[in-house]
């Protein structure tokens, strides 16, 4: 990182405990929307809005404030199965929550098998080969709060994400930074993308196995799924959670879960690759501190 590149975060870094003191009133529906799209895709809590600002000088947790408890409940349901290009209209599908008391594995050297391999390079290559991707998601906060909205992904660094009114938060990455705006507060907050999991699901080209830390590869009948954990001195141990279908290889939704042990679950439909994005929907205005709207 050169020099001026390093001041500049220095400054954001500094500039967002400043914002983050003064929104501490925020409304715990709003702040559960912020981490999981830094995190990434999800993911998305420190792998959010605690640790994406930097690893050198994170926002103090206690500034945040979290739901007190997590959802005791566990109920499933069966992913898409139709088609996930065309942009044809599906029902919006009941986010699969995982067991908040699973077990994971606790080392950090974690072997697989052939098969785990195999099914973590399918992944891969799957994610990176998608350029353009646009479609609906269907949240689940900690405090099992639905929210939904619209998102687009332009390759390489690019997204957007769109929650549906009366919610005021919409989130941008236009390809060095991300913004995370809201529009009744009239407030944008910034962070190096570089130090976000989003980064992840940007990039041109990912290999899981080697480019991440790969802690668990699983499948049934209906999921693939494989969790990659970030363990950071400062601010603890995050874990994101992909899961794609078991029978057609589509992303189906992905789980962050943040250093205090919160999920929050984001399933994605109408899946659409082949649309065109207008390039404007991820443009950050930085002297003005704001974006267009979507």
Do not use: C
Request: glycine residues 6%; hydrophobic residues 35%.
């Amino acid at each position: 990182m050169s020099e001026s590149d390093h001041d500049r975060d220095e400054a954001l870094i500094e500039n967002q405990k400043i914002r983050m003191a003064k929104r501490f009133a925020l409304p715990v529906t709003g702040v559960a929307l912020v981490p999981v799209m830094l995190a990434f895709l999800a993911t998305a809590s420190s792998f959010g809005i605690v640790s994406t600002a930097a690893v050198a000088q994170p926002i103090p947790p206690q500034s945040i404030p979290v739901p007190k408890s997590a959802p005791k409940g566990r109920d499933g349901a069966e992913g898409q199965r139709g088609p996930t290009t065309t942009g044809a209209t599906q029902t919006p599908p009941t986010p699969f929550i995982p067991d908040p008391h699973r077990n994971l594995p606790l080392s950090i050297f974690a072997t697989f098998d052939d098969k785990q391999k195999a099914q973590a390079s399918k992944i891969s290559s799957y994610l990176s080969s998608l350029q353009t991707l646009v479609g609906n998601f269907v949240q689940v906060g900690p405090d099992g709060t639905k929210t939904k909205g619209q998102f687009f992904i332009q390759k390489p660094g690019k997204v957007r994400f769109e929650y549906d009114a009366p919610n005021p938060i919409a989130i941008v990455a236009d390809g060095s930074m991300v913004a995370v705006r809201d529009r009744n507060l009239a407030t944008q907050d910034l962070y190096p993308l570089s130090q976000t999991p989003l980064r992840y699901l940007l990039s041109d080209r990912i290999d899981l196995m080697k480019d991440t830390n790969v802690v668990s590869v699983t499948a049934d009948d209906l999921y693939v799924s494989i969790t990659i954990e970030e363990r950071q001195l400062l601010t603890g141990t995050s874990r994101l959670m992909l899961m794609v279908g078991a029978k057609d290889g589509q992303l189906k939704q992905w789980t962050v879960t943040d250093p205090q042990g919160y999920d929050t679950t984001v399933a994605v439909y109408n899946l659409d690759t082949s649309r065109k994005i207008d390039p404007g929907m991820f443009k950050i205005d930085m002297s003005e501190k704001t974006f267009p709207p979507g």
